[in-house]
């Protein structure tokens, strides 16, 4: 088994009201956590301590997490001894963080780069990753940015392609067709993003996933 070093997380730049179940929400779907250890000072930012099962899981979290904007706060994630994790390479790291095995890419829950060209994704299931919506997204074009996230509604995904004719594409291939990753299958709704104010109130929730 891998050293516990190797397999430990340091998370930086917590906002103050963190709650441990919004540390497991954040980093879940990278494998097995062994413990999470809060800290929370006297003054801000918080951080914690996360271990995994395996340190290939650690290197993930760290692919995908670190410079994630969480409610405001830009965490710095690194292995807690303070090796930063190789970055990503192929698609390129961005603001957020995406994770998972064998795939590559940062960027905010995905590749980094972004466009005019946004569809928006209803009907996902809860433990849908970036890298699942990429990859069954790029089905229709090329796809240069995606991400998951939560709202009232439920889960959902933004995904941006390099050109109009791939995302009027996506819409008519991809539209009420099934999404599967390992742990389910659904059919999802795929729509042109409207950027009108009133749209934009799809930001990020902090309820605990379910």
Same mark, same amino acid.
């Given at each position: 088994?891998?050293?516990?070093?190797?397999?430990?997380?340091?998370? *930086? +730049?917590?906002?103050?009201?963190?709650?441990?179940?919004?540390?497991?929400?954040?980093?879940?779907?990278?494998?097995?956590?062994?413990?999470?250890?809060?800290?929370?000072?006297?003054?801000?930012?918080?951080?914690?301590?996360?271990?995994?099962?395996?340190?290939?899981?650690?290197?993930?979290?760290?692919?995908?997490?670190? %410079?994630? +904007?969480?409610?405001?706060?830009?965490?710095?994630?690194?292995?807690?001894?303070?090796?930063? %994790?190789?970055?990503?390479? *192929?698609?390129?790291?961005?603001? @957020?963080? *995406?994770?998972? $095995?064998?795939?590559?890419?940062?960027?905010?829950? *995905?590749?980094? !780069?972004?466009?005019?060209?946004?569809?928006?994704?209803?009907?996902?299931?809860?433990?849908?990753?970036? !890298?699942? #919506?990429?990859?069954?997204?790029?089905?229709?074009?090329?796809?240069?940015?995606?991400?998951?996230? $939560?709202?009232?509604?439920?889960?959902?995904?933004?995904?941006? @392609?390099?050109?109009?004719?791939?995302?009027?594409?996506?819409?008519?291939? #991809?539209?009420?067709?099934?999404? $599967?990753?390992?742990?389910? $299958?659904?059919?999802?709704?795929?729509?042109?993003?409207?950027?009108?104010?009133?749209?934009?109130?799809?930001?990020?929730?902090?309820?605990?996933?379910?």
């Amino acid at each position: 088994m891998s050293s516990r070093f190797s397999r430990m997380i340091y998370v *930086g +730049n917590l906002p103050l009201d963190i709650k441990e179940w919004e540390v497991e929400d954040l980093f879940y779907k990278y494998g097995r956590i062994l413990d999470i250890e809060l800290k929370i000072p006297h003054r801000p930012p918080c951080y914690c301590f996360v271990e995994f099962a395996n340190a290939r899981d650690a290197e993930d979290a760290i692919r995908g997490r670190d %410079g994630y +904007n969480f409610d405001g706060c830009r965490l710095r994630v690194e292995l807690a001894h303070g090796s930063r %994790g190789q970055s990503s390479s *192929g698609d390129g790291r961005g603001s @957020y963080g *995406g994770g998972g $095995r064998g795939r590559g890419g940062g960027g905010r829950f *995905g590749i980094s !780069q972004r466009s005019e060209y946004r569809v928006i994704v209803r009907g996902l299931p809860s433990s849908a990753s970036w !890298q699942d #919506l990429k990859d069954h997204m790029r089905k229709a074009g090329d796809v240069c940015f995606a991400e998951v996230s $939560r709202d009232s509604k439920g889960t959902f995904g933004l995904v941006d @392609y390099t050109n109009y004719d791939d995302m009027k594409y996506a819409i008519r291939k #991809l539209d009420d067709t099934e999404f $599967r990753n390992p742990w389910t $299958r659904t059919y999802i709704e795929v729509r042109e993003y409207d950027r009108s104010p009133r749209s934009r109130s799809w930001s990020r929730s902090r309820s605990r996933r379910y």
